[in-house]
Every structure is written in structure tokens, then in C-alpha cells.
């Protein structure tokens, strides 16, 4: 059973829009949240992340959002550029654990 | 970023063929990870290493096998490939586990399509 979800496989929104990528947790004992992204042929990278003791993490364009009653996080990136067409992957772990869980990740388009 | 760097980056075998892919960082990481992507799954840990000859178990470790003899290198070997071990295979590594504000760094991945 996945503990972490992502249940929109894609999303398509136009250039200097928000997109806004969603993700939800089972478990708990998640205390640490991360967004990666991945363009083809190429290995993840870490965009943002966020703690359980914050509910808000912003880095220029990209804000997380994390709802711990909720079990609920989303990526909002405002405005949209072309260039962040991408497949964005939600993690999660525990502070101090060796793992990380992934989502089944949201392939973000964005049209010009 | 880190210098992860994996071989091969393409890779077709035959069923029963025992495959070995390797990673090497060039960072000094303590921690080196495998993950295999699958549409649908994401990423899925298959093994992990916290140090020279120290691995552990991930999430879908059964048929493969790992060594680390050295801290730049972590081998990720399939004994006897199934066609079920196609996918694409990603080396990450990390400076420690799970410390607010590190993240794991990840190679460029490896295709492996088992006939």
C-alpha cells in the first residue's frame, strides 16, 4: 500500500499561471516532506522541502504548503515557465530515518 | 551538486543473466542509495548503505544484491535478471540520513530492459 500519493499523473497549465501539484501521506510518523523534480534522461533534483513544525516554505517561485491534519501537501509554483515542465516527485521521511518514500510523481506541462 | 556518475546508462540482457550496475560518487558521501522507477511507483528503495560494507534492506529488495567495498563505490547486482527488473535504476548518495535541509543527490540513472 503507498504511503505517499500522488493522484493527478498530469497537469497541464499555461505560462505565467499557478500550478499547483498535490500530495497526500498515510503515515504518521512522516515528519519531513520533499518535492524533486526530473526532467527525461536525467536524475531527480531537490527543489524544496519542509518540516512538520511549518505549514509554509517558500524559495522564490515555489511554495509548500503542508496540512498535518490533512495528511495533505502541495507544491505551488507561481508564475509558471515553460522550463518547469518536469515530473515532480513528493517524498517523505522521518527527521534522522535513512529513507525516503516516494510518490508515484505529477508530470507538470506547461504551455507557452 | 554531487558527482554521482553510474554504468552502464543503457543496458539490454537476457532472462536468468545475473547484471551488476555500479555507481560511483566522487563526494565522499557516507550515504549511497539504489532506486528503481516504475510508472505509477515513483521511486522505490532497494537498498542503502551507511558506510564501507554496512547495507540494509529497502523496499523492494528481493532479487537483488549490493556491495560496497569503498565509499565511492556501491554495486547493485540483479543475481538472475526477470523480465519483472526491467525499469530504470537510480544511484542517490547523501552526506548523512534525514537531518532537516539535506537532501540525497542522484545519478543520471540506468535503463535496464531484461528480455
Known amino acids: 500500500d503507498q504511503q505517499v500519493k500522488q493522484n493527478s499523473p498530469s497537469l497541464s497549465v499555461q505560462e505565467g499561471r499557478i500550478s499547483i501539484l498535490n500530495c497526500d501521506y498515510t503515515?504518521?510518523?512522516?515528519?519531513?516532506f520533499l518535492w524533486y523534480k526530473k526532467y527525461p534522461a536525467e536524475g531527480p533534483t531537490f527543489l524544496i522541502s519542509?518540516?512538520?513544525?511549518?505549514d509554509k516554505n517558500e524559495d522564490g517561485r515555489f511554495t509548500v504548503f503542508l496540512n498535518k491534519s490533512a495528511k495533505h501537501l502541495s507544491l505551488h509554483i507561481v508564475p509558471s515557465q515553460p522550463g518547469d515542465s518536469a515530473v515532480y516527485f513528493c517524498?517523505?521521511?522521518?527527521?534522522?530515518?535513512?529513507?525516503?518514500?516516494f510518490g508515484g510523481g505529477t508530470r507538470l506541462m506547461v504551455k507557452p | 551538486d554531487a558527482g554521482i556518475t553510474q554504468s552502464p546508462r543503457h543496458k539490454v540482457t537476457e532472462t536468468g543473466t545475473p547484471v551488476t550496475l555500479r555507481c560511483h560518487q566522487t563526494?565522499?558521501?557516507?550515504?549511497m542509495y539504489w532506486y528503481r522507477q516504475d510508472p505509477g511507483h515513483g521511486l522505490r528503495l532497494i537498498h542503502y548503505?551507511?558506510?564501507?560494507?554496512?547495507?540494509d534492506k529497502g523496499e523492494v529488495s528481493d532479487g537483488y544484491s549490493v556491495s560496497r567495498s569503498k565509499t565511492e563505490d556501491f554495486l547493485l547486482t540483479l543475481e538472475s535478471a526477470t523480465s519483472s527488473q526491467t525499469s530504470v535504476y537510480f544511484c542517490?548518495?547523501?552526506?548523512?540520513?534525514?537531518?532537516?535541509?539535506?537532501?540525497?543527490?542522484f545519478g543520471p540513472g540506468t535503463r535496464l530492459l531484461v528480455l
Open positions: 542517490a548518495t547523501s552526506p548523512s540520513s534525514g537531518r532537516a535541509g539535506e537532501t540525497q543527490y
Open positions: 503515515n504518521s510518523m512522516f515528519d519531513y
Open positions: 519542509i518540516s512538520s513544525i511549518k
Open positions: 517524498a517523505a521521511t522521518r527527521l534522522g530515518g535513512n529513507m525516503l518514500t
Open positions: 563526494e565522499n558521501h557516507r550515504y
Open positions: 548503505s551507511y558506510g564501507v560494507k554496512d547495507t
